[in-house]
């Protein structure tokens, strides 16, 4: 059994920040790519940032320059650093991670339940 639990959503004032973080436990062998999602209202899911074991970033167009992925391999926890932040950006941002777990044949992906981002005035 694999769990990935976000935290550090919240409401922010335009321009303000907020710092994202996503912790993977359960029978974990090893994590590959993790990363950060989001869904706005009446709008399909997508890619903010991912982030490889070895540390290669990648980041939507909308938030790079803004936003920061991290992941600290020891405690299988990702981060995303929210910083500049538009109204826009106002969604439920899903965690990531690509996990071989004990007992599988292969790797899988596994997402978490989603923490609420608003930026309003």
């Known amino acids: 059994q694999v769990q990935l639990v976000e935290s550090g959503g919240g409401l922010v004032q335009p321009g303000g920040s907020l710092r994202l973080s996503c912790a993977a436990s359960?029978?974990?062998?090893?994590?590959?790519?993790m990363g950060w999602y989001r869904q706005a209202p009446g709008k399909q899911r997508e890619l903010v940032a991912t982030?490889?074991?070895?540390?290669?970033?990648n980041y939507a167009y909308s938030v790079k320059g803004r936003f920061t992925i991290s992941r600290d391999n020891a405690k299988n926890t990702v981060y995303l650093q929210m910083n500049s932040l538009k109204p826009e950006d106002t969604a439920v941002y899903h965690c990531?991670?690509?996990?071989?777990?004990?007992?599988?044949?292969?790797?899988?992906?596994?997402w978490g339940q989603g923490t609420q981002v608003t930026v309003s005035s």
């Open positions: 990531n991670a690509v996990i071989i777990a004990y007992g599988t044949s292969g790797s899988y992906d596994y």
């Open positions: 359960g029978s974990i062998f090893s994590i590959n790519a």
């Open positions: 982030i490889t074991r070895g540390g290669n970033t």
